[in-house]
């Protein structure tokens, strides 16, 4: 062998809220059917009995990201069944912390530079097109994570008694976050777009040759309307992003009061891309705070700090943050990976990046090589959401590119 190519994936999971699933995430489920077409549970088969390729497997992590693994170890069973000798020495990385941010890789990397070393990483991680067909994705979007919390009264007051005079976080939080981005999703954060690295002539060719979903996903999803438009999803993916994960104040429902909060709090994700430093746009975001009139600290506010200050915000930058990384798709090496793919799935779909993230950054800077990512999973699987599922079918195609890869 005259080259060593590396095969990654991801063993850990989103958490889950198990009250949220249809069937325990942790049981393996089979369906034979998504949940939302009416997919009733039916028994796994023996071996060597027919299967249904939209069958569904219903477990926390099915798609993201153990179908991988299940498929490369198929496909290693498979090669070494039929006898097939390998032309390059092949590793497995298998981590369980990139769900994480990936929070010890590096340090791990550095550590074994020589075990770990390889001509290409082949990132095996997120979903293929949404048309169903195959897809490579030449780089990812890098991310940070921040926590955001804002304070009202020492504790929940009267709403009555106080609601006209006692400032409201619940609202201080919703006007705060309305002022990171515009209606069109356009990031309003000063300086967010500086330094952009565009995409080169070869990647704006295989966007304008790719699929267009668009029109699919907003009935599979009941969109009336999407962010960002007329740009189209393959558009807006290669753009940074600002996304609100998660709102809390108060309480709602059957549990609501008549009250005034006495905080409120959001957790904010940012997607971005190459030529942006996420250390950076974590300060620019903490500046954007400070500019809206608020006395920012890292850890809880002291009572002389709220009472001294009209606005106050605890924010806390997630430890993992990383930079997005793009291979160009000119390299011999990514020239070799399509046509191997191709092989195995017939023509596929060429992504600059894909929009979700994984630490390619962490992984390039350390061991001086090249990543690709080559999905296997179903778009529609719940990714990062209750009831994960996998579409059996791609997990038998992605042991027919598994395959095709180790032997490339």
């Known amino acids: 062998a005259t080259r060593t190519i590396v095969l990654y994936a991801h063993y850990d999971g989103q958490p889950v809220d198990p009250k949220q699933w249809a069937t325990p995430p942790f049981s393996p489920t089979l369906r034979n059917a998504p949940i939302e077409n009416g997919g009733r549970v039916i028994q796994i088969p023996v071996q060597g009995t027919p299967f249904n390729p939209e069958w569904r497997l219903y477990a926390r992590g099915a798609g993201d990201d153990k179908a991988p693994i299940e498929a490369m170890m ?18 497995f990385v298998f981590e369980g912390e990139e769900e994480e941010g990936s929070i010890h890789l590096q340090q791990i990397l ?13 990132i095996c991680d997120g979903p293929v097109s949404q048309t169903r067909q195959q897809s490579i994705a ?77 029109r699919q996903l907003m009935k599979e999803f009941w969109l009336g309307s999407t962010e960002g438009a007329p740009k189209s999803l393959a558009e807006l993916i290669n753009m940074p992003s600002l996304n609100i994960r998660g709102m809390a104040s108060g309480h709602v429902g059957a549990e609501a009061s008549n009250v005034v909060p006495a905080s409120a709090e959001a957790d904010v994700d940012m997607r971005l891309v190459k030529g942006q430093d996420h250390t950076r746009i974590e300060q620019l975001f903490i500046d954007h705070i400070r500019k809206q009139g608020y006395f920012v600290v890292d850890r809880d506010p002291t009572p002389e700090e709220r009472m001294t200050h009209a606005r106050v915000a605890k924010v806390i930058v997630e430890p993992g943050g990383y ?43 350390t061991l001086g090589t090249h990543t690709i990512v080559v999905p296997i999973a179903n778009h529609d ?19 027919d590119v598994m395959a095709a890869l180790i032997t490339m």
């Open 74 to 91: 198929a496909a290693l069973d498979g090669i070494r069944a039929a006898g097939i000798k390998t032309k390059s020495n092949i590793k």
């Open 110 to 122: 550095a550590a074994h530079k020589n075990l770990f070393s390889g001509d290409v990483w082949l």
């Open 138 to 214: 030449f780089g990812a979007r890098g991310i940070t994570e921040v926590d955001v919390t804002v304070y009202g009264p020492r504790h929940e007051l009267h709403s009555g008694h106080y609601g006209n005079w006692a400032p409201n976080p619940a609202m201080m939080l919703a006007h705060l976050l309305a002022s990171m981005k515009d209606d069109s999703g356009h990031v309003l954060i000063d300086h967010f777009y500086d330094g952009i690295i565009p995409l080169s002539p070869t990647e704006k060719r295989a966007l304008a040759e790719g699929p267009n979903p668009d």
């Open 323 to 365: 930079n997005s990384v793009r291979t160009s798709m000119d390299l011999p090496i990514s020239q070799d990976v399509i046509r191997t793919v191709e092989s195995a799935r017939g023509p596929v779909v060429k992504i600059p990046i894909m929009g979700g993230s994984v630490p390619l950054d962490a992984i390039e800077s």
């Open 381 to 399: 699987d719940n990714q990062h959401s209750f009831n994960e599922n996998l579409r059996i079918q791609n997990l038998w195609d992605g042991i």
